[in-house]
């Protein structure tokens, strides 16, 4: 591990470009490499994409690869470089729908999907805002410590584990002006999911987004980081959504899922597709992977 992180400090002293083509050869050689993740990431683009011919999603998911290569080779970026780099690598689009709200004094959501560029995004954004946030410790404790570290760089962050559950999301964000960063686009398993439509398939997904939202009146400002061609990444907000939540959980839910397909739809390739965001089934459905 040790070894790792001494390659992610080097890689990030070279100039952003070359930092870029180095994730570039990281993604193309785990496509080849990583074939688990591989065959994931194709099950889950045949299907959200059936319309597509096999040449189309093949040529997305090796673009995937990449876009998670260019992620994983700036991490000593996110641990090791300086925050005015990092800033300078993120531009905001329409922020003032977040910073009204906080101006405001209202309480806020940011709803966050996994897109790729999601770490340097979030980088840049909590030098500016303090964020709540969750975190999933890991298994290595080398690792999780590193990760940890690099959480906290700013000091401008409140984690909370992800077995703290419900109760203590709400305690934070009631007691605090910070807008809690919600990334719920993953199956979490059955426990308050609810069955709604993804790319039309009845998928797992968690309800807490309304729950959340019902209990400490906070409005919910969807955040989208984009990589652009040159590297560096757009994170837009949109504006608060009106009329949620509703007495309606399940409707909730697809509301979300279906602002989140919408989004993926735009830019398939930087969406996170080797994750089984599919595994749990309904009662008596077959398993996908």
């Not at 070359?18 to 688990?36: E, K, S």
């Not at 080398?142 to 584990?161: C, E, P, S, T």
């Not at 984009?226 to 399940?250: C, H, I, K, M």
Request: charged residues 25%; glycine residues 6%.
């Amino acid at each position: 591990m040790k070894i790792l992180f001494a390659l992610l400090y080097l890689i990030q002293l070279l100039p952003f470009c070359a930092i870029q083509q180095t994730g570039r050869f990281f993604g193309w050689a785990a496509y080849y490499l990583v074939a688990p993740r591989r065959r994931i990431g194709r099950i889950n683009l045949e299907k959200c994409f059936p319309e597509w011919d096999e040449r189309k999603r093949e040529a997305v998911l090796k673009a995937h690869f990449m876009e998670m290569g260019k992620l994983l080779a700036e991490y000593g970026l996110y641990w090791y470089g300086s925050a005015g780099r990092l800033k300078k690598l993120v531009r905001y689009r329409d922020k003032h729908y977040l910073d009204n709200a906080l101006a405001a004094g209202e309480k806020v959501i940011l709803l966050y999907p996994h897109f790729t560029a999601f770490e340097l995004a979030v980088y840049a954004l909590n030098q500016d805002v303090p964020l709540i946030s969750m975190y999933s410790h890991q298994k290595n404790p080398m690792l999780d410590a590193q990760i940890l570290k690099g959480r906290h760089r700013y000091d401008n962050v409140f984690l909370i584990g992800r077995t703290e559950g419900l109760r203590a999301i709400i305690k934070q964000l009631k007691k605090s002006d910070a807008p809690f960063l919600y990334l719920p686009d993953q199956d979490f398993g059955r426990k308050d999911s609810v069955f709604v439509r993804f790319f039309g398939i009845q998928t797992a997904t968690i309800a807490g987004l309304s729950r959340i939202a019902a209990l400490t009146g906070a409005k919910v400002i969807p955040a989208i980081p984009t990589r652009q061609a040159d590297g560096t990444v757009e994170l837009r907000f949109y504006p608060a959504w009106e009329n949620f939540p509703t007495d309606s959980p399940e409707a909730d839910a697809q509301r979300m899922n279906d602002f989140i397909e919408a989004r993926v739809r735009e830019q398939p390739e930087q969406y996170y597709w080797l994750h089984k965001r599919f595994k749990t089934r309904p009662e008596g459905e077959a398993e996908f992977y």
